[in-house]
């Protein structure tokens, strides 16, 4: 069975810290790889993961995917209060249309 | 819209009845999903349109549940004798392209259904 598997589930930090969250997925056909962050209300994109080695940056974040060892993992540097959140991975195939996602990592950055 | 909208967004209902939750994607895009999220969990999927075709309800938990799409825009997904372990928070999501791995998702703020 396919699963996605987040670590750590929950971390706290100082404003300022890098933090590091990691996604380990066994998806049958894997395609792609998915990083989502949920606020209070609806998950929002951050990055999709198609090639190992290639790290995808947007600001603060940046991810990058191993295809050999099937695991990422989403950095934040100098973390502000504004990223506390959970962060959720998520795994899709060739084969079908759903995305299967994990628990998520939920993170709380303290002033 | 600017975004994926549903309604309503908190719905309370007495075990047995049937429910109608309601999704209008982002104009324009073509795939629509249904997921249910339990508190502390992940997104789980139920269901999948691609315009007006349901492309895969492998997702739905049992006949009580179903899902429409009719004129491949506004979706609604319908339960029918809702149970108490139906209560959790039901999440629209639409994407530009087919598939999720072609083109990210837009989830709504969903809605939230509690069976008393």
């Known amino acids: 069975e396919d699963k996605v598997v987040q670590s750590p589930l929950s971390l706290v930090v100082h404003e300022g810290d890098t933090v590091t969250l990691n996604c380990s997925y066994e998806v049958t056909n894997f395609r792609s790889l998915l990083w989502y962050k949920q606020e209070k209300k609806a998950p929002t994109f951050l990055f999709m993961l198609t090639s190992s080695g290639i790290e995808k940056k947007s600001g603060r974040l940046s991810s990058i995917l191993d295809k050999k060892e099937l695991f990422s993992i989403l950095n934040i540097t100098a973390t502000q209060t504004g990223d506390s959140a959970v962060y959720l991975c998520a795994g899709g195939s060739y084969n079908t249309d759903k995305l299967i996602f994990g628990t998520g990592t939920r993170l709380q950055v303290f002033p | 819209g600017a975004g994926v909208s549903q309604s309503p967004r908190y719905k309370v209902t007495k075990r047995g009845q049937d429910v109608a939750l309601r999704c209008d994607p982002i104009s324009g895009h073509v795939s629509l999903y249904w997921y249910r999220q339990a508190l502390g969990q992940g997104p789980e999927f139920l269901t999948y349109?691609?315009?007006?075709?349901?492309?895969?309800k492998s997702g739905l938990p049992n006949d009580r549940f179903s899902a429409e799409r009719p004129e491949g825009s506004i979706s609604t997904l319908t339960i029918q004798r809702t149970e108490q372990r139906d209560s959790a928070m039901y999440r629209c999501a639409s994407s530009l392209g087919r598939g999720p791995t072609n083109s990210p998702l837009h989830f709504g703020n969903g809605t939230r259904l509690t069976v008393t």
């Open positions: 349109f691609n315009y007006e075709a349901q492309q895969d």
